[in-house]
């Protein structure tokens, strides 16, 4: 039978959601031809932040790997844009002079950032924040300049501030009313979000309207209405969406703010449908995933010609993606006359909810600080659900006791969990049940479910516990290494061991790795992990390492770099202090800094002069830039404060020395104090030694990073060597559990203090966990030394790499 032929035009998350829903019905009936402007597979531009926020590559929120379009015989063509449609000859036509034949036609064109039409918004460094290459042009900019504003306090231009922020950019967010959020928060809990956001460094310029983006060629500068300035190198623009109608409009469609759909999502044109963002149904555009992949459910069944039920509009809910803040709102969430509310709000630990009801009925919440129940009171807003049986205040109620640990078990089956994806607690556990699914990844395969935002992952997983019972097996929460596989890192380290697997490339081939090349997430985690399992015999794969650690040193937001020597305990010398005089001198060094960690650092050094500044300093690296052991921080100690009692410079030299050099998931600090005083800070270091009566307090897993954390107290020993020897057993007990890049404030929570203890405190592992780190420390070379004698190597590094725009792999 002839295939009817089906033409997509987007290749964004709504219009291929339709097409993975019309496979599901029917996989034979259609020749597909997909046309994307951009030149990718279709992403997840949701976790667009993550990637700008550095948590993630482009690789890893790629949907739809091009195999999978070669797998479903779709004809996908990427960078091209379709440009006109004839309804008549029922055909489109391309950028690129391409005509293709339809029977049936979607128009899944999404949205266009709107642009402020200010004076100066066509200047270099005005970008927007939509896609990959808004992303790429913030995070090359990042590299070269200082100061960011964002124009904009709704939920993307505090992500996009936030992922600035993450870039090592100051920012300012500029927003047009007194408070941010205000389409999803009320003022307390915009105002909470605030103090949040301002004490991870953001600063906000609010009643601002701008007037005028000033500079030359590039952005200098925004000016305000009522006169004010703010001076910007970089202005991203996140004041809202327009749905990208053009196409439609120019070809006869009946457009008004979006392309206008009927329930079934048919245009008034015969044969053309709309979804997404760019569809108006019910005069609503719809700006988020859930009612889009419902509206692609919808169209899939109508083109298939299966019963369908008509699309009726959506409730929307949101959740901020920014790392240490919970806000959720959904629904009606402001007071009026005709509505009541219940609200919590706890000064102490910064929470606070709020339920709207009117007429007995959930209408809208807002949840800041906690939002485990957000599900929960999405699903009463979207049921409509009538709560005059219910004791108001049981609809807040923290649900703390054992028997109902977490939300999703006293939620009913029909109960919403994935709100993007609309997949239910029934659907879910149903899944666990038939398909015998014991992992997060496994579910999202299997449901969708966590497959977009990836916000409910928590409750996916909590779901798991509860439906598996005493089957659950903690060991199998399994996350994936990153997008290049669906191993977890534990089932890597099996396969390496099992198969004697000793080079990346080989674990990428053998293991079957979806990107053969891998991405920055992988290369340098498998790099590390063959290290840490092979200490004596692994050639380190310096091209699979980010580019600070292959040229060891700091590359800077000029593209100089920064040297740091190593400096043991923080302790100096006048001839070292020398030397690094004559340097700075000789190299036109433009900045000398002391450190937060007790060090000197030598900032603005060119990449060619790198190799002869060490030679001329003569002094072991720093290991500023490494992911390793970088300083030991100490206090004056018993050698000259007044209330010391330990030799703590001594102490943390001696740490300094056994420990420099050691490669670690994550940089590792250390400091020692001599005395509960704490000058040196112990308590928010990854290791942290106070001098107390008769010995020494331990301390571990402490931060004072972006994710502050006191460090939780592991034991308390009596002399200087027993400091020494639980510090090895703790580091090699991080190096060979956690994953790289997990700092140990974030493994010792995932792993827990009372574990770590255990191991530590059995002696016999002990003794087995210290040798093993003791083998690898007699294996590690000064790197700077090494180069320095090495010509070849130093001009492959130095004359002829090219360094990648992230600042990484
Ligand atoms: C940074 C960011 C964070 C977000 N966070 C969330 C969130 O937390 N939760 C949530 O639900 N939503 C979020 N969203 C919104 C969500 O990403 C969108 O709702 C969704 O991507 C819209 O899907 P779509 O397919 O309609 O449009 P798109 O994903 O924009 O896809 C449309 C595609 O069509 C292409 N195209 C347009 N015209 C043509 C043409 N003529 N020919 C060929 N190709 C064309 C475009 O280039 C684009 O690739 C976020 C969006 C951004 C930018
Ligand atoms: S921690 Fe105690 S011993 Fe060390 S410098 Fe401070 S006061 Fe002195």
């Known amino acids: 039978m002839k295939k ?12 291929v959601r339709c097409i993975e829903e019309l496979l599901k ?117 990042a590299q070269h300049y200082n100061k960011a504003v964002v124009i904009g306090g709704g939920l993307l231009g505090l992500e996009a501030a936030r992922g600035l922020l993450n870039l090592g950019m100051e920012v300012d967010v500029v927003h047009i009313c007194d408070y941010l959020m205000e389409r999803q928060l009320d003022p307390t809990a915009s105002k909470m979000l605030q103090k949040n956001l301002e004490a991870q460094g953001m600063n906000f310029l609010l009643n601002k309207q701008t007037d005028e983006i000033t500079g030359s060629d590039r952005v200098e500068g925004l000016l305000f209405k009522d006169g004010s300035k703010v001076e910007a190198d970089l202005v991203v623009m996140a004041v809202g969406i327009r749905p990208n109608v053009q ?28 979804v997404g963002e760019c569809a108006e149904h019910r005069e609503i555009v719809y700006g988020l995933v859930a009612p889009l992949y419902e509206q692609g459910k919808i169209l899939a069944e109508k083109i298939c010609g299966v019963e369908s039920k008509k699309y009726e509009g959506s409730v929307v809910s949101t959740q901020l993606k920014v790392s240490g803040v919970d806000v959720f709102s959904a629904g009606d969430f402001l007071d009026s006359n005709d509505t009541n509310s219940i609200k919590v709000y706890d000064d102490f630990e910064g929470v606070y909810k709020k339920v709207v009801i009117r007429d007995d009925k959930v209408i809208g919440a807002v949840l800041f600080g906690d939002i485990g129940e957000g599900p929960k009171l999405l699903n009463m807003i979207h049921d409509r659900t009538d709560i005059s049986d219910l004791s108001k205040v049981t609809i807040l109620q923290d649900s703390g006791d054992e028997s109902s640990k977490s939300a999703v078990i006293t939620m009913d089956n029909s109960e919403v969990i994935c709100g993007c994806n609309g997949v ?15 992992t997060v990844d496994q579910v999202k395969d299997n449901t969708n479910a966590s497959r977009s935002c990836g916000g409910c992952k928590p409750l996916v997983q909590d779901l798991l516990e509860y439906t598996l019972g005493d089957e659950f097996d903690q060991s199998e ?34 293991l079957g790795w979806k990107n053969e090349e891998g991405c920055s997430k992988c290369r340098p985690a498998l790099n590390y992990y063959l290290g840490m399992l092979y200490p004596s015999d692994y050639d ?172 939780d107290l592991l034991c308390t020993v009596e002399k200087e060597e027993e400091v020494i020897e639980t510090t090895a057993a703790f580091l090699q007990y991080y190096r060979e559990t956690a994953k790289y890049l997990e700092r140990t404030s974030k493994w010792v929570e995932r792993i827990g203090l009372e574990n770590v203890r255990e191991v530590l405190f059995d002696e016999e592992n002990k003794i087995r966990l210290v040798a093993r780190i003791e083998e690898t420390l007699a294996h590690t070379k000064d ?6 004698k090495n010509k070849e190597k130093q001009e492959k590094l130095f004359q002829n790499l090219e360094t990648q725009a992230s600042g990484r792999v």
Request: aromatic share 8%.
């Open 247 to 274: 196409l439609a409009k120019n070809n006869g469609i009946h457009v008004n703010r979006g392309i206008v759909v009927n329930d079934y999502m048919q245009t008034d044109s015969p044969n053309i449908y709309a």
């Open 540 to 711: 380190d794969e310096e091209e699979s390492r980010f580019v600070n650690e292959r040229l060891h040193a700091n590359i800077q937001n000029d593209g100089t770099y920064s040297v740091v020597p190593r400096m043991y305990g923080g302790v100096t010398n006048a001839n070292d202090l020398r030397k690094i005089a004559d340097v700075a001198d000789k190299y036109d060094v433009p900045m000398i800094k002391l450190t937060g960690g007790q060090r000197i650092d030598l900032l603005g050094i060119k990449k060619e002069d790198l190799p002869k500044v060490w030679a001329d300093l003569d002094m072991p690296s720093g290991y500023a830039y490494g992911k390793a052991l970088r300083t030991v921080k100490t206090c004056v100690g018993s050698q000259f404060c007044r209330f010391g009692t330990q030799d703590s410079t001594q102490l943390g030299m001696d740490l300094e020395k056994k420990f420099e050099r050691l490669n670690t998931p994550h940089k590792v600090k250390m400091s020692v104090s001599a005395c509960p005083r704490n000058c040196a800070e112990s308590g928010i270091k990854d290791v942290g030694v106070v001098g107390v009566d008769g010995g020494f307090e331990i301390y571990v897993g402490g931060n004072g990073g972006t994710h502050l954390r006191a460090g």
């Open 477 to 510: 929460i399994k996350e994936a290494v990153c997008g290049c596989t669906t191993l977890s890192r534990e089932e890597v380290i099996e396969e390496i061991k099992s198969k004697n697997l000793k080079f990346v490339k080989e674990i990428m081939n053998v």
């Open 4 to 15: 009817k032929k089906l033409v997509l035009v987007g290749n964004g998350m709504a219009g």
């Open 424 to 438: 239910t607690k029934g659907e879910i556990c149903g899944a666990i049940v038939e398909n015998g699914l014991t």
């Open 25 to 141: 019905i029917d996989p034979d009936t259609f020749e597909i031809t997909i046309f994307g402007r951009e030149p990718y597979p279709n992403y997840n531009r949701i976790l667009l932040s993550t990637v700008l926020q550095g948590d993630t590559s482009i690789n890893d929120i790629t949907i739809n790997e091009m195999e999978w379009y070669e797998q479903n015989n779709i004809q996908l063509y990427t960078g091209e844009t379709v440009v006109e449609i004839d309804k008549v000859r029922k055909q489109v036509y391309t950028d690129k002079d391409r005509q293709v034949e339809y029977d049936e036609l979607i128009l899944a064109t999404g949205s266009l950032p709107f642009m402020l039409p200010l004076p100066g918004a066509d200047k270099e460094g005005v970008t927007a924040f939509r896609d990959i290459q808004d992303c790429q042009t913030m995070i090359e900019s």
């Open 783 to 788: 790197p700077w030394k090494k180069i320095v």
